[in-house]
């Protein structure tokens, strides 16, 4: 059986920053890639950043500048650095993990940007 753990989230300010990590555990291994999506009201979920296990990382425009994916292969564990967070930041971010032959999902942590 597999766990997907996602903690972090919360309410903060326009211009704030937030940490949110993800961390795999039971049955897993040989980890390909991790990511993380995000869906806000009314919308379909999206992704965010994505990083592969040689470390290489790619993002959405939107995000660019503003957010940072990172992992630790040994801890199953990956991170998203987010600065300078705006209103139209605010959803549920969702992590991805995939370890063929299937990807698995964790709950979903809220992040919400006001003031």
């Known amino acids: 059986q597999v766990q997907i753990v996602e903690s972090g989230g919360g309410l903060v300010q326009p211009g704030g920053s937030l940490r949110l990590s993800c961390t795999a555990s039971g049955s897993i291994s040989n980890i390909q890639l991790m990511a993380w999506y995000r869906q806000a009201p009314g919308k379909q979920r999206a992704l965010v950043a994505i990083i592969n296990s040689g470390g290489t990382t790619n993002y959405a425009d939107s995000v660019k500048g503003r957010f940072t994916i990172s992992r630790d292969g040994a801890k199953n564990t990956m991170y998203l650095q987010m600065n300078s967070l705006k209103p139209e930041d605010t959803a549920v971010y969702y992590c991805?993990?995939?370890?063929?032959?299937?990807?698995?999902w964790g709950q979903g942590t809220q992040v919400t940007v006001s003031s």
């Open positions: 991805k993990v995939v370890s063929p032959p299937q990807p698995y």
